[in-house]
């Protein structure tokens, strides 16, 4: 196959909130950018969040960074790196001022000023009580910003490649990066885009689980390219379970409408998160309320004829309220649960949300490995922003609204610190191997040939079930050892894909084939970890880990305070130091200590 | 619930083989969770994987499949499969040029939401902090700010049929006003400059197609009136 090739400063692969904030950084300072995005930027993932993005701006209630700090480092169950969770929490009002100032349309306070929300896991002076800090434009936030972040890039005049499926990173024998490979849809020919800096945006794997918040694009792309690339996946064991999903559809509910007062109700109408979290009740982090849901219906109090759900109930919030709030929940909650919640509660099920592991950054966006001796050792030309990098800020735990401040944040510093190389004289365009594209063409030519192969579908919908069933918001010993056998079974199915379609033109069944490689290696690293991490913490719970005197919550400081790193090659492990030191004297490190709500 | 069969007539074209585009009986057999015409499309998929079409969040907020379905535009995650008169006929988004299958180029359709300047403009030095909005001026961009660029409405628009390359379409003039009633945008002159236009505005007719199939409830008819009114405001 010919292969063309296109010379770039620098490569952005995905057009997410993330994806966008870096290519904004790049295209401002003048460099040669390409940002490659296998859908239109608007219809990236980040469209999909809705509740807000967190900033201490106090426009509503007193607020500082601080705050913000203690709350991140908690709901991380003190596996974020408190270096990266610093600087996140000190640059969130900047960052969200500028998005203001690029036109985002968010609700207003009475006095003119960003409108604020209260959210699980944010509270004031250290775990009181909750705080208003999630910024928001009605429940669209992320349709708001990702739009807003597209807008810029157009007056910026961002270079897009739309609708171009990266397909394999570049690196060579020093193991620096060189680019990516990556294929047009409409023709299917592929192309190298050979850079001097590779940034990588490509968002979430949660399609590897049955049951998913996710889009149909988030399978994972950049962290499968990067694993098959010889780079170790970060922590991979710690999916986020957003506890309101539309039971049955998956679709996501926002924390924000318990954070406009909404309350989870059992089978008898109790509101039981007054049991497991007494203090912030209905607004306890994400992993406490998906596992006091689950722990409500396994032991018989879910709601329904089969008992596999709990009600979100705002039936007693005013009409009004939800209109001007809570808008888009009302349109989903009557598309997809058939219900109008100003009239009738919401049934919800805890559904996979968020990936909080991934390709190992350092708060400047760099992709850190481990390398004579330097556990944190940066890769030559690659960078890495959003879901699918770790920095990592949301350790074995996501607080809401962390997500879109961590695409800012951090897009923001990717394209900061790749400017900073470009300017410095330090990124150096490499030549490239002979053998660039080999990886991806020999991928290809194997699809195309393949014959007596695998359904992608089959295989695909065996992946998710096994997720679902091996690797849920419980974990068990027995059953992660055979979900680790299982996983590893349709890995070896994945390599014997076959399509019909063998069409150039926008071939779906060849995007999903390949789509499903990069989940596969999603799917192994997190059975792989989860079986490995022998204690509890945040959304990583096991049966034989349980709250003890020595281990509070299970969680075993002792032996398990650091991060996994898991190598494709081999399902091999390894770990490093979890950062307890914050990135300046501004602030003590948070302390270790029982999380409770 | 029981299993039910649907039945559809769905346009394909492969340029890659096919001479012309045709229209395929084909049928699917649901199970009990799919409600939607994409749940449903999906199962398609897993007996024909050359089924294409565009899709991604299945929730009516990233606008990815938007199709032709029984005549009218609108969103397959978003129609009740139930909901349709069998068998349920499919086509690609109309008067843009066909891909393949329901997969259209919608390159026409982002260049003139593109030369509205769909961004916000405001040459002030920007102040430290977030440039004050009351929350009555914030509530102009209410049905503005939330289209999805998903093309239901400029597709379903003669004026754009007839003109695509010279009338800016609903979903542009819709931008068009979301930056027009921003308190903070400082450009309204030159935006209006811009569509001052036999063509660029002024080819709607106010037939409100557009209205009829915004999966989103939003009105570009009421908000190109209100730039009309700006021009006739602007003149006096």
Same mark, same amino acid.
């Given at each position: 196959m010919n292969v063309a090739k296109r010379t770039f400063d620098a490569v952005i692969v995905g057009a997410g909130g993330a994806g966008l904030r870096a290519a904004l950084q790049l295209s401002e300072a003048g460099l040669k950018t390409a940002v490659?995005?296998? *859908?239109?930027?608007?219809?990236?993932?980040? &469209?999909?969040a809705q509740g807000g993005v967190a900033a201490s701006l106090g426009n509503s209630t007193e607020d500082n960074w601080h705050w913000h700090m203690y709350d991140t480092v908690k709901g991380s169950d003190w596996l974020g790196d408190q270096d990266a969770i610093e600087f996140m929490c000190k640059k969130a009002n900047e960052v969200v001022i500028e998005l203001e100032h690029y036109g985002m349309p968010f609700d207003r306070t009475d006095n003119g000023k960003i409108y604020q929300r209260p959210f699980g896991g944010h509270s004031m002076n250290y775990g009181?009580?909750? &705080?208003?800090?999630?910024?928001?434009?009605?429940? /669209?936030?992320?349709?708001?910003? $990702?739009h807003a972040l597209y807008q810029r890039n157009v007056r910026a005049n961002t270079q897009f490649f739309v609708e171009w499926m990266a397909l394999d990173l570049i690196r060579d024998a020093d193991g620096d990066v060189l680019g990516v490979t990556a294929m047009?849809?409409?023709?299917?020919? *592929?192309?190298?885009?050979?850079?001097?800096?590779?940034?990588?945006?490509?968002?979430?794997?949660?399609?590897?689980?049955?049951?998913?918040? @996710?889009?149909? =694009? @988030?399978?994972?792309?950049g962290v499968g390219m990067a694993a098959r690339a010889g780079i170790p996946l970060e922590d991979m064991e710690f999916w986020q379970f957003h506890p309101t999903g539309v039971a049955g559809a998956g679709v996501l509910i926002t924390e924000g409408v318990r954070g406009e007062g909404g309350i989870l109700r059992n089978a008898s109408g109790e509101r039981f998160m007054e049991r497991y979290a007494p203090n912030l009740k209905d607004l306890a982090s994400r992993d406490v309320v998906s596992r006091a849901m689950t722990t409500e219906i396994n032991e018989g109090r879910g709601c329904g004829p089969d008992k596999d759900h709990v009600l979100l109930d705002i039936t007693h919030l005013s009409p009004d309220t939800i209109m001007k709030r809570?808008?888009?929940?009302?349109?989903?909650?009557?598309?997809?649960?058939? *219900?109008?919640?100003?009239?009738?509660? =919401?049934p919800v099920v805890p559904t996979c949300h968020y990936q909080m592991g991934g390709i190992p950054t350092n708060y400047k966006g760099q992709v850190v490995v481990p390398k004579d001796g330097n556990p944190n050792s940066p890769v030559a030309g690659f960078y890495a922003a959003g879901e699918c990098a770790c920095a990592s800020v949301h350790g074995a735990n996501r607080l809401g609204t962390n997500s879109l401040l961590d695409l800012l944040v951090f897009g923001k510093s990717a394209g900061e610190t790749v400017v900073e190389d470009f300017q410095s004289g330090q990124l150096k365009l490499k030549p490239l191997p002979a053998d660039a594209a080999d990886v991806s063409l020999a991928r290809l030519a194997r699809l195309d040939g393949q014959t007596k192969g695998e359904s992608v579908f089959d295989v695909g919908l065996e992946m998710r079930r096994t997720m679902q069933k091996h690797a849920g918001v419980f974990r068990f010993d027995a059953l992660l050892k055979e979900g680790v056998q299982k996983i590893g079974e349709v890995a070896e199915r994945a390599k014997r894909t076959e399509i019909s379609d063998q069409s150039k033109v926008w071939n779906v069944a060849r995007m999903e084939a390949l789509e499903l490689d990069n989940l596969i290696e999603v799917a192994r690293a997190t059975m792989v970890s989860a079986e490995a991490r022998k204690e509890s913490r945040g959304a990583h719970v096991r049966d034989d880990a349980p709250d003890t005197p020595e281990n509070p919550n299970g969680r075993d400081d002792a032996n398990w305070l650091k991060h996994t790193l898991w190598y494709s090659e081999g399902n091999r492990l390894d770990y490093k130091p979890v950062n307890l030191k914050p990135l300046s004297d501004d602030v003590e490190p948070i302390a270790l200590a029982k999380r409770t709500y | 619930m029981t299993k039910r069969t649907v039945h559809f007539k769905i346009y394909r074209y492969d340029p890659d083989k096919d001479e012309k585009p045709y229209m395929q009986d084909i049928s699917v057999e649901l199970e009990p969770s799919d409600k939607k015409l994409l749940d449903a499309l999906v199962r398609l998929r897993a007996k024909d994987d050359s089924m294409s079409f565009r899709r991604s969040c299945r929730e009516g907020v990233c606008g990815s499949?938007?199709?032709?379905?029984?005549?009218?535009?609108?969103?397959?995650?978003?129609?009740?499969? #139930?909901?349709?008169?069998?068998? *349920?006929? $499919? /086509?690609? $988004?109309?008067?843009?040029? &066909?891909? /393949? #299958?329901?997969?259209?180029?919608?390159?026409?359709?982002?260049?003139?939401?593109h030369s509205i300047k769909p961004y916000l403009v405001n040459n002030d030095p920007a102040p430290e902090r977030e440039r004050l909005q009351t929350p009555e001026d914030r509530e102009e961009l209410n049905g503005l700010y939330?289209?999805?660029?998903?093309?239901?409405?400029?597709?379903?628009?003669?004026?754009?049929?007839? @003109?695509?390359?010279?009338?800016?379409?609903?979903?542009?003039? $819709?931008?068009?006003? /979301?930056?027009?009633?921003?308190?903070r945008d400082q450009d309204t002159n030159a935006r209006l400059d811009n569509l001052e236009d036999p063509y660029r505005l002024f080819r709607c007719h106010s037939i409100m197609n557009c209205v009829d199939v915004c999966p989103k409830g939003l009105n570009p008819t009421r908000a190109i009136g209100k730039i009309k009114d700006m021009m006739v405001r602007r003149a006096v």
């Amino acid at each position: 196959m010919n292969v063309a090739k296109r010379t770039f400063d620098a490569v952005i692969v995905g057009a997410g909130g993330a994806g966008l904030r870096a290519a904004l950084q790049l295209s401002e300072a003048g460099l040669k950018t390409a940002v490659l995005t296998k *859908v239109f930027p608007t219809r990236s993932h980040t &469209v999909a969040a809705q509740g807000g993005v967190a900033a201490s701006l106090g426009n509503s209630t007193e607020d500082n960074w601080h705050w913000h700090m203690y709350d991140t480092v908690k709901g991380s169950d003190w596996l974020g790196d408190q270096d990266a969770i610093e600087f996140m929490c000190k640059k969130a009002n900047e960052v969200v001022i500028e998005l203001e100032h690029y036109g985002m349309p968010f609700d207003r306070t009475d006095n003119g000023k960003i409108y604020q929300r209260p959210f699980g896991g944010h509270s004031m002076n250290y775990g009181q009580a909750p &705080v208003m800090r999630s910024c928001a434009a009605a429940d /669209r936030t992320g349709h708001a910003m $990702l739009h807003a972040l597209y807008q810029r890039n157009v007056r910026a005049n961002t270079q897009f490649f739309v609708e171009w499926m990266a397909l394999d990173l570049i690196r060579d024998a020093d193991g620096d990066v060189l680019g990516v490979t990556a294929m047009e849809m409409e023709t299917g020919e *592929v192309s190298i885009f050979h850079a001097k800096a590779t940034v990588f945006a490509t968002g979430g794997a949660g399609r590897i689980y049955y049951s998913s918040t @996710n889009a149909f =694009i @988030n399978t994972g792309d950049g962290v499968g390219m990067a694993a098959r690339a010889g780079i170790p996946l970060e922590d991979m064991e710690f999916w986020q379970f957003h506890p309101t999903g539309v039971a049955g559809a998956g679709v996501l509910i926002t924390e924000g409408v318990r954070g406009e007062g909404g309350i989870l109700r059992n089978a008898s109408g109790e509101r039981f998160m007054e049991r497991y979290a007494p203090n912030l009740k209905d607004l306890a982090s994400r992993d406490v309320v998906s596992r006091a849901m689950t722990t409500e219906i396994n032991e018989g109090r879910g709601c329904g004829p089969d008992k596999d759900h709990v009600l979100l109930d705002i039936t007693h919030l005013s009409p009004d309220t939800i209109m001007k709030r809570l808008p888009g929940i009302r349109e989903i909650a009557i598309q997809f649960a058939g *219900v109008d919640p100003i009239k009738a509660p =919401i049934p919800v099920v805890p559904t996979c949300h968020y990936q909080m592991g991934g390709i190992p950054t350092n708060y400047k966006g760099q992709v850190v490995v481990p390398k004579d001796g330097n556990p944190n050792s940066p890769v030559a030309g690659f960078y890495a922003a959003g879901e699918c990098a770790c920095a990592s800020v949301h350790g074995a735990n996501r607080l809401g609204t962390n997500s879109l401040l961590d695409l800012l944040v951090f897009g923001k510093s990717a394209g900061e610190t790749v400017v900073e190389d470009f300017q410095s004289g330090q990124l150096k365009l490499k030549p490239l191997p002979a053998d660039a594209a080999d990886v991806s063409l020999a991928r290809l030519a194997r699809l195309d040939g393949q014959t007596k192969g695998e359904s992608v579908f089959d295989v695909g919908l065996e992946m998710r079930r096994t997720m679902q069933k091996h690797a849920g918001v419980f974990r068990f010993d027995a059953l992660l050892k055979e979900g680790v056998q299982k996983i590893g079974e349709v890995a070896e199915r994945a390599k014997r894909t076959e399509i019909s379609d063998q069409s150039k033109v926008w071939n779906v069944a060849r995007m999903e084939a390949l789509e499903l490689d990069n989940l596969i290696e999603v799917a192994r690293a997190t059975m792989v970890s989860a079986e490995a991490r022998k204690e509890s913490r945040g959304a990583h719970v096991r049966d034989d880990a349980p709250d003890t005197p020595e281990n509070p919550n299970g969680r075993d400081d002792a032996n398990w305070l650091k991060h996994t790193l898991w190598y494709s090659e081999g399902n091999r492990l390894d770990y490093k130091p979890v950062n307890l030191k914050p990135l300046s004297d501004d602030v003590e490190p948070i302390a270790l200590a029982k999380r409770t709500y | 619930m029981t299993k039910r069969t649907v039945h559809f007539k769905i346009y394909r074209y492969d340029p890659d083989k096919d001479e012309k585009p045709y229209m395929q009986d084909i049928s699917v057999e649901l199970e009990p969770s799919d409600k939607k015409l994409l749940d449903a499309l999906v199962r398609l998929r897993a007996k024909d994987d050359s089924m294409s079409f565009r899709r991604s969040c299945r929730e009516g907020v990233c606008g990815s499949d938007a199709m032709n379905i029984n005549g009218k535009n609108g969103l397959a995650c978003l129609t009740d499969i #139930d909901s349709l008169e069998q068998p *349920v006929t $499919l /086509r690609p $988004l109309p008067g843009l040029p &066909v891909i /393949r #299958d329901l997969i259209v180029d919608m390159t026409q359709f982002f260049k003139q939401y593109h030369s509205i300047k769909p961004y916000l403009v405001n040459n002030d030095p920007a102040p430290e902090r977030e440039r004050l909005q009351t929350p009555e001026d914030r509530e102009e961009l209410n049905g503005l700010y939330e289209c999805i660029l998903c093309a239901c409405c400029s597709t379903s628009c003669p004026s754009f049929w007839w @003109n695509p390359d010279k009338f800016v379409g609903p979903a542009g003039l $819709l931008a068009a006003y /979301r930056f027009l009633a921003d308190t903070r945008d400082q450009d309204t002159n030159a935006r209006l400059d811009n569509l001052e236009d036999p063509y660029r505005l002024f080819r709607c007719h106010s037939i409100m197609n557009c209205v009829d199939v915004c999966p989103k409830g939003l009105n570009p008819t009421r908000a190109i009136g209100k730039i009309k009114d700006m021009m006739v405001r602007r003149a006096v």
